[in-house]
């Protein structure tokens, strides 16, 4: 069964770095998400993509983060200049059709450690 | 409350038995998602229930749904051990792309 696939599991960053998460979807679906779940909390919508651009956001989603699908099959997820509060576990995502009204099929997820 | 939360928190059973779980949300809504997330890992889809259903099986899981209440509830049957996990009810709409989740029904099922 087709699945969303997340790399790395676990990246470790010192404050200020930039990570890049990667993500690779479901390959037949159009809408892709990024989520993320601070650790003992629920979890929050950062971002979907559609059609090469961003779709809808969140304000958790500030001119820190950014999403690219730099090729046919890779959606990535770019913190620019981490902080500790990024410490979470990020979640890729990806539906066939619009998020509001389909399944989402979620990714095993990166758990993120920033010092 | 906020939109997709579960009742209770926590829940502890024997295996054999039936868990039931609920969830409540606030706004109108387009379909209402079920995961299950095992500790530390990822989210895994369930079952899907659109706002024109009442009710949906799979397996040993039942799904209610009444709009009029805003609630939803879980049911697990002839629980086992590893059903153990946390349950997590989400929120679609027709306005958008996001799920909006719950807080989550951590249930352990004790063999």
């Known amino acids: 069964e087709p699945e969303v696939t997340q790399t790395p599991s676990h990246q470790v960053t010192q404050m200020g770095q930039e990570v890049i998460l990667r993500c690779v979807p479901i390959?037949?679906?159009?809408?892709f998400y990024w989520y993320r779940q601070i650790l003992g909390q629920k979890v929050e919508f950062l971002v979907s993509?559609?059609?090469?651009?961003?779709?809808?956001k969140s304000e958790i989603f500030d001119d820190q983060f950014s999403v690219e699908r730099p090729d046919g099959s890779n959606f990535t997820l770019k913190i620019r200049s981490t902080k500790l509060e990024d410490s979470a576990m990020y979640f890729c995502?990806?539906?066939?059709?619009?998020?509001?009204?389909?399944?989402?099929?979620f990714g095993p997820g990166t758990r993120l450690t920033v010092l | 409350s906020q939109q997709g939360e579960e009742d209770p928190q926590a829940l502890s059973i024997q295996e054999g038995e039936n868990a039931t779980m609920n969830c409540s949300y606030k706004t109108s809504i387009n379909n209402l998602q079920w995961y299950r997330q095992n500790s530390g890992r990822g989210l895994v889809h369930l079952i899907l229930?659109?706002?024109?259903?009442r009710e949906k099986h799979s397996g040993r899981l039942r799904v209610t749904l009444d709009t009029s209440k805003k609630s939803s509830s879980l049911l697990i049957t002839a629980s086992r051990a590893a059903d153990t996990a946390s349950y997590f009810c989400?929120?679609?709409?027709?306005?958008?792309?996001?799920?909006?989740f719950g807080g989550g029904t951590r249930l352990m099922v004790k063999p």
């Open positions: 390959s037949n679906h159009l809408y």
């Open positions: 229930i659109r706002s024109n259903e």
């Open positions: 989400a929120t679609g709409s027709n306005a958008g792309n996001m799920l909006t």
């Open positions: 993509f559609y059609n090469n651009e961003i779709s809808e």
């Open positions: 995502a990806s539906s066939e059709l619009q998020g509001g009204t389909d399944t989402q099929y």
